[in-house]
């Protein structure tokens, strides 16, 4: 069967399989439940009594209600409907109906969902099989605490296409010339590279004619799977983490630490500038990214240049992991078959 699983079968706009950003550490709080989309699932997170993160899927397994609308009681999470209660565990302990104390019949149980904690974000396993073992990261990325200033929001614009836009730097002289001015058109000394599955990205933005306002521009990028980016660029280190919510919105987190600041001024900076380019997406890329025409993910029908090397990289670890994903998949099946003919 693994004959069948080509490179041609493979298209940018498939998911890729691995660990994903889906909460921020400090939006999950102990005494209630938050209902997310991720990955196109529901899903209602809350903390334990021990602290650690529960998730599972964000319906009630009576009659469907949303228990992300439900209240935390006696460290278990309740359905706002008919009070049925679910443990960490996802354990059903009690239908009020039946009276406390009452068995609870099979089949109430809630399928807990695999999450990890790690560097200040929740982390979901997707893809078949057993889940890597560490998170993704960049070396170099900021961690959470005083010093690091983060946001997040839901935007309405398909996951893929930001990430094509995380990747292109060449667009900031032409469609964010009023809101990050003093920007060349020029990329120089660019270089793009793959090390142990990171894309590395650097360059200098230059005007054509210098002068007085018209100076280089540096930026330094680091892009891993799924879709984590690090950004050095205007005084502050950039971290993007992105999740799909479904075929037409995404999750964005990021993170901002000021570069050679002290923790007090970098923070109060990094919120300002934090506002300021979460604004440049909504006024200015947004616009872009769902007037464009093809696909979101393929890249098939482009034309690109130099100055796209990063974002064909990107594309091309990405078709690998869907390959290595789906070649995993098949030997699981295989495996079950032979299993079952045994």
Same mark, same amino acid.
């Given at each position: 069967?693994?004959?069948? %699983?080509?490179? =041609? +079968?493979?298209? $940018? ?5 691995? *660990? #994903?950003?889906? /909460? ?113 990261? %960049?070396?170099? =990325? +900021?961690?959470? $605490? ?5 946001? *997040? #929001?839901?935007? /309405? ?116 500038? =934090? ?68």
């Amino acid at each position: 069967m693994n004959e069948q %699983i080509s490179d =041609a +079968s493979v298209t $940018g706009a498939q998911d890729v399989p691995g *660990w #994903y950003p889906i /909460a921020a550490s400090g939006g999950v709080v102990k005494r209630k439940p938050i209902g997310i989309k991720r990955l196109g699932q529901a899903l209602v997170l809350w903390r334990a009594d021990d602290g650690r993160v529960v998730c599972v899927p964000d319906r009630c397994s009576h009659r469907a209600a949303a228990l992300s609308a439900g209240k935390i009681r006696g460290g278990c999470l309740e359905c706002p409907y008919h009070g049925l209660r679910f443990d960490a565990s996802g354990r059903c302990v009690l239908i009020p109906a039946n009276g406390v104390g009452a068995a609870v019949p099979q089949g109430f149980d809630l399928h807990p969902i695999n999450v990890r904690e790690e560097h200040g974000i929740i982390w979901y396993w997707y893809g078949e099989g057993e889940p890597a073992r560490e998170v993704p990261w %960049i070396p170099g =990325a +900021s961690e959470p $605490g005083f010093g690091a200033a983060e946001y *997040w #929001y839901d935007a /309405a614009v398909p996951y893929l296409r930001i990430v094509e836009n995380l990747a292109d730097f060449h667009h900031f002289p032409i469609l964010h010339k009023t809101m990050i001015p003093g920007i060349g058109t020029r990329m120089d000394e660019m270089d793009a590279h793959v090390e142990n599955k990171i894309v590395v990205f650097s360059a200098t933005m230059r005007y054509e004619k210098p002068g007085a306002l018209r100076r280089d521009a540096k930026i330094k990028a680091s892009f891993t799977l799924p879709a984590i980016a690090l950004i050095e660029f205007g005084g502050f280190y950039v971290n993007y983490f992105l999740c799909p919510i479904d075929d037409h919105s995404c999750w964005v987190f990021g993170r901002y630490r000021g570069v050679k600041m002290p923790d007090l001024i970098a923070h109060a900076v990094g919120k300002l500038a =934090a506002r300021y380019d979460r604004a440049i997406f909504m006024l200015q890329d947004r616009h872009v990214l769902l007037a464009q025409g093809d696909a979101p993910g393929d890249l098939s029908h482009f034309k690109l240049y130099p100055a796209d090397r990063a974002l064909a990289l990107l594309w091309g670890l990405r078709k690998q992991a869907i390959l290595e994903g789906r070649r995993s998949g098949t030997e699981l099946q295989n495996d079950a078959a032979a299993a079952a003919a045994g």
